[in-house]
Structure formats: structure tokens, C-alpha cells
């Protein structure tokens, strides 16, 4: 189906998921702030997620789904933290799963990082 879609030598690119954090909990928002979603700096390096980086965020509690980018947050301080309009779209001690994209012409493995309510890792993928 594709070879015809694409001419001989051109290459498709997919949109796969290449990291994650699961059910991370929201300890802190601020509605009035710049910013977005504040990541602690250790859980976005084991999940392989920059700064920056653009993320799609589900909100377990709420079905809330929401795109931002990513603040880098205090390394060890396991906090997750939502600023302006994203939040309006959590409570603190929320669950949120945090996810991460790449384009590729190949199939992803996706790292991904399970915490507890404290957002210490109990997993890793």
C-alpha cells in the first residue's frame, strides 16, 4: 500500500513513543507561572526525556489529555510539578503518565520508568 503512496527511494516516517513515565504523581501547580510541566531532573534522565522536549500528558484521575513541553526540575526532589493553563487540568496527587515521541522509519523500543505515589521508581523498562 505505501509503494504507492511514496515514490521508489522515499522514506516514511512514523511517530512512535520513545520514552515514558508512568503514573508519575502531581505535587505542586501553579496556574499564574511560566512554564508547563516541571519534570524532576533524575526521572527525565532515566526516562531519556530533554528539556524542552515536547510531551503528551495524560491525567489518570481526570481523562484530562494535554500537550507542553518539559521544564527540568531539581535532581532527586521526585517532583512533578504543573504551571499555567496546564494547571487547570490536574490536582496535586493526581497520577499523570507522561509520554515522549520520536520520528523514525523503524519500529521503537520506548524507555519507560513506573513510579509510586511518592515518584520513586519501583520499574524500569
Keep these: 500500500m505505501h509503494d504507492k503512496i511514496f515514490r521508489e527511494g522515499?522514506?516514511?516516517?512514523?511517530?512512535?513513543?520513545?520514552?515514558?513515565?508512568?503514573?508519575?504523581?502531581?505535587?505542586?501547580?501553579?496556574?499564574?507561572?511560566?512554564?508547563?510541566?516541571?519534570?524532576?531532573?533524575?526521572?527525565?534522565?532515566?526516562?531519556?526525556?530533554?528539556?524542552?522536549?515536547?510531551?503528551l500528558v495524560v491525567n489518570v484521575n481526570n481523562a484530562e489529555r494535554f500537550v507542553t513541553y518539559v521544564i527540568k526540575g531539581k535532581r532527586g526532589s521526585r517532583e512533578i510539578n504543573l504551571y499555567g493553563a496546564a494547571a487547570r487540568l490536574g490536582e496535586e496527587g493526581d497520577r499523570v503518565i507522561i509520554m515522549a515521541f520520536t520520528f523514525s522509519d523503524k519500529p521503537v523500543k520506548a524507555k519507560t520508568i513506573v513510579l509510586n505515589e511518592k515518584n520513586e521508581i519501583v520499574q524500569e523498562k
Design 10 to 55: 522515499e522514506t516514511m516516517l512514523n511517530i512512535y513513543l520513545k520514552s515514558k513515565i508512568h503514573m508519575a504523581t502531581i505535587t505542586r501547580k501553579e496556574v499564574y507561572y511560566e512554564g508547563s510541566i516541571e519534570i524532576d531532573e533524575e526521572l527525565m534522565g532515566k526516562a531519556g526525556i530533554s528539556e524542552g522536549e515536547l510531551v
